[in-house]
């Protein structure tokens, strides 16, 4: 079975290749491996390595030849096999380039009709045709995919050209466009990969038909009252805002740790360690953990009790977990998860939404990057929780990937400042990026 | 469940159809006294006597006419044919009559007819007594042209196209008389005509393939499986009509097909199905479709040589070799 030697592509955007120089000459045994020839891109000047074993029966294409990416460039064959030029021919054919008819130097062929083909095959030369009209035709969608290829290319919202595709003549084949999408989840790009159309809506869903009508509903008590208390703090407290972003790689390191020890009762979440790195740093900025009175008095907490927002159907609740500072990181995930399962169905107790002297909303869960909160009154901020992130990020001048989180306080202008409050978010990454701190 | 080949399948189905059923005959050359050319009447003579077993003259535009003429007027003939090279002689009353009388005197009458063939080639005939034509008749509208790969599908698809009011050309294929397998005993078992059938399951490939390339599949099946490629075999059975539903099925699974006949390559069922497999799955398609066929030219006499333009197992191996790594 003759082997046919094309020309490879050694770069992404390679798509010739000019053939400087044969180093094995028609008729040389050639092994796995052997150096073939050498070819110039426009980069460098390279070896071809053969991938099959036999003898270099036949050159396509003369040195100094540019020849397009995939063309068929030599013909191996076994040892003592003779193909015939309707062989070769077919499978230079079937490869996709023109002719392989090229007579073989200093081959006679018996009796003069073999001679009068070699002759008509000779007024062909073979390098114009590799570099003739068919070469400048490229496959439909500019990459050379199969159908079912390209339609999952669609469906998935990739560029069919940066996948390699590893059919014949380098066609793009289902094969190929899920190894793609495997190293796009290897690389933590999950969502892009599981994309199925979804962006394209159904046209039906258009179609003005199928609108419902407009619906009125009465706000439950709850509902109206967060209207009131929001309302009162937004429009009455003079809110203003810091954000940071916190290193979370160790703490999301030692939480991993930790929930080896515990049972699936008691893991932690990433929202108990920032309750007890909150409840800590309030500890040592009374002034954030204060409620005013009037307008002349400023009430510091003695306790320090953290509201944790809890959505629940129809709006949010605050439990309380009091004395936080004061309890081990397990008995705040066990108080918190057990309170917002029970706000959850409507059993919660009424000295659980009570007392709270700062409040948290964490809204990492639905991945959300940054958002501000408004604070839950009478107390004087709340601290506002995004979602923990692998995101690029500069260490010692290197760009590499870190585990980030970020916060933002909402202050009340009215009991503290800009910098007390940044201190008191630094104060936080202290136990936040060192977490053992959490555990002392 | 009874083992048995093929060619007993064949006869125990027309036996029992004509138990079954008095107005069911068979007419052709050699079927009565001397029990068939290939033995599928043996005994049928003396059983239903030769009024219902009648052996014909050497002419087979007369046996066709003939059978159209007795199944117009309320009998049930099966017509068997030496093979489908002497169709030719008969074509006009096979593709002008059987195929459009129904249809052209606005379905007066209905047509209960069996034409029965021998197809193919190998057995040193010579080139006009061993082609596979059988793409040819399947070209006309009006006919059901069906072609069993196992004894069970033979028994059960001949005795539908006993009991089937319109004309069906049944194609047997002589080198798989001797074929053995498992069919069941039950007078009532039918096959349905015009359904294709999985025969192997697999999801790496698809190998369509029909009468003598099925068991040729089913065994290169077995080759791909050792190198680690699961082919599933869909036998068509039927070539017109041409149930593409299992075909499609699986393709859209496997995104790869070969198909496989004995006949010619161009203009044949693979060219058919192939093209089916474009338009109805285009979007699955994964790399294009391989044929295995015979090679086109006159079939040799010279046995080697005759062996060499047939498809062979081997064929439908490397085609699905190199679809799947295509």
């Known amino acids: ?440 | 469940m009874a083992r048995m080949t093929m060619r007993e399948a064949i006869s125990k189905a027309i036996w029992e159809e004509m138990e079954r059923d008095e107005n069911v005959f068979i007419m052709g050359e050699e079927v009565g006294l001397w029990g068939g050319t290939y033995a599928v009447t043996k005994g049928f003579y003396d059983r239903f006597g030769e009024k219902r077993v009648r052996d014909t003259p050497i002419a087979e535009a007369a046996i066709i006419g003939g059978a159209i003429g007795a199944a117009l007027t309320g009998l049930r003939p099966i017509a068997e044919l030496m093979t489908i090279n002497f169709a030719f002689v008969a074509m006009d009353h096979i593709v002008n009559e059987a195929a459009k009388l129904h249809y052209m005197f606005g379905g007066q009458f209905i047509l209960p007819l069996v034409i029965r063939v021998v197809s193919g080639g190998g057995r040193q005939l010579g080139a006009t007594h061993s082609q596979t034509p059988d793409a040819i008749f399947a070209h006309f509208p009006g006919l059901k042209v069906v072609s069993p790969g196992t004894p069970a599908d033979a028994k059960g698809l001949l005795k539908s196209a006993i009991r089937s009011d319109d004309p069906v050309f049944f194609i047997e294929n002589a080198t798989l008389y001797q074929s053995k397998g498992e069919v069941p005993d039950d007078e009532d078992y039918l096959e349905p005509l015009g359904k294709s059938k999985v025969q192997r399951e697999g999801d790496d490939v698809t190998i369509v393939a029909y009468s003598k390339m099925v068991p040729a599949a089913l065994e290169a099946a077995e080759m791909l499986s050792e190198d680690g490629i699961e082919a599933e075999v869909v036998d068509l059975r039927s070539i017109r009509p041409l149930d593409m539903d299992p075909v499609i099925k699986s393709f859209k699974r496997t995104n790869r097909a070969v198909v496989a006949e004995e006949g010619w390559r161009s203009y044949g069922i693979g060219a058919e199905v192939s093209a089916r497999i474009y338009e109805l799955a285009f979007d699955f398609v994964d790399a294009p479709v391989k044929r295995v066929a015979q090679a086109e030219v006159p079939l040799p006499y010279n046995a080697a040589l005759e062996q060499l333009a047939l498809p062979q197992t081997e064929d439908i191996y490397r085609a699905a070799k190199e679809v799947v790594h295509g």
């Open chain 1, 1 to 440: 079975m003759a082997d046919l030697v094309t020309m490879p592509k050694l770069g992404f955007d390679m798509a010739e290749g000019t053939l400087i120089r044969w180093v094995k000459v028609e008729g040389d045994s050639v092994a796995k491996g052997d150096v073939i020839a050498e070819i110039e891109t426009d980069k460098a000047t390279v070896e071809v390595e053969s991938s099959f074993a036999g003898l270099m029966f036949r050159h396509l294409v003369e040195e100094d030849t540019a020849v397009p990416v995939n063309a068929p460039i030599a013909v191996i064959v076994a040892e003592g096999e003779e193909p015939s030029e309707d062989e070769i021919n077919a499978l230079v054919g079937d490869a996709g380039g023109k002719t392989a008819s090229k007579p073989a130097k200093g081959e006679t062929k018996t009796g003069k009709k073999a001679e009068e083909e070699v002759k008509l095959t000779v007024s062909k030369p073979v390098d114009e045709k590799i570099k003739g009209e068919d070469a400048d035709v490229s496959p439909a969608g500019g990459v050379r995919s199969s159908p079912l290829a390209r339609r999952m290319a669609d469906d998935h919202e990739i560029e069919l050209a940066n996948v390699e595709g590893s059919g014949l003549q380098g066609r793009v084949v289902k094969k190929d466009i899920e190894t793609y999408l495997d190293s796009m989840r290897a690389e933590g790009r999950d969502e892009e990969a599981e994309v199925v159309g979804k962006t394209l809506q159904p046209l039906t869903a258009f179609s003005v038909g199928e609108v419902p009508e407009d619906e009125v509903v009465e706000m439950s008590r709850l509902r109206q009252a967060i209207g009131r208390r929001m309302q009162d703090s937004n429009q009455n407290f003079p809110h203003f805002y810091l954000s940071r972003t916190y290193q979370t790689g160790e703490l999301m390191q030692l939480r991993k740790e930790l929930n080896q020890l515990l049972p699936d009762s008691d893991k932690l979440s990433v929202n108990d360690f920032i309750i007890k790195g909150v409840a800590l740093a309030l500890r040592q900025y009374p002034n954030l953990n204060a409620s005013l009175e009037g307008e002349k008095f400023i009430r510091r907490h003695g306790h320090v009790n953290i509201g944790v927002a809890v959505a629940v159907e129809g709006g949010l609740m605050v439990v309380v977990c009091k004395d936080a500072d004061r309890k081990p990181l397990r008995l705040i995930a066990r108080e918190v998860r057990d309170m917002a399962l029970r706000a959850r169905e409507g059993k919660v107790k009424n000295d659980e939404i009570e007392g709270s002297t700062f409040s948290i909303s964490n809204l990492g869960m639905y991945g959300i990057d940054n958002f501000a909160a408004i604070i839950n009154p009478p107390e004087a901020g709340i601290l506002a929780v995004s979602a923990v992130q692998d995101v690029p990020v500069v260490v010692d001048g290197e760009l590499t990937v870190g585990s980030r989180m970020k916060a933002t306080l909402s202050a009340d202008h009215r009991v503290t400042d800009g910098a007390e409050a940044a201190e008191f978010m630094q104060v936080l990454a202290n136990y936040l990026e060192e977490p053992m701190r959490l555990l002392l």
